[in-house]
């Protein structure tokens, strides 16, 4: 379904006011794949931060985010993978932009506010699973 851009509400998939999910948020940098270590979530290290520019792969399905985490871990860009398999912003590299605290799914934001910044070219990215499906979310800045 690669033309599901938004959800019904007309939101993106990020966005808090869904039916939520629980999830598990594996970090896993393009090094450190499979092994179920923080690939640079922040562990307690990071500042705190009140907001987050954030980019998102959204897959329905498993077999699909497994196969677009493989492209990463290949060294494949974060913004070319998302134009790739994303169901949700994928025009936008899988951009998401500046969210505040409070403003995205919990699992989501839980996982992405662990993470530290990283860039698309080298992206240190986290996984999890929502009620919109599969996200493999990535940190390009924080304040």
């Known amino acids: 379904m690669a033309g599901k851009n938004k959800a019904a509400d007309g939101k993106s998939a990020g966005d808090k006011n869904k039916s939520g999910g629980s999830g598990k948020g594996k ?28 980019r ?24 070319e993978v998302a134009r790739e398999f994303s169901e949700d912003k994928a025009r936008q590299g899988g951009s998401l932009g500046w969210k505040t605290r409070g403003s995205l799914d919990a699992a989501f934001e839980k996982a992405a506010y662990e993470l530290e910044p990283s860039t698309v070219a080298n992206p240190k990215w986290a996984e999890v699973k929502t009620g919109f499906g599969y996200h493999i979310i990535m940190v390009e800045g924080r304040k």
């Open 27 to 54: 970090g896993k940098g393009k090094d450190d794949a499979g092994e179920g270590s923080s690939g640079g979530g922040g562990g307690g290290k990071l500042k705190p931060a009140t907001s987050i520019n954030v």
């Open 56 to 79: 998102h792969i959204l897959c329905e399905k498993h077999a699909k985010k497994e196969t677009a985490v493989s492209k990463l871990n290949s060294g494949a860009k974060f913004d």
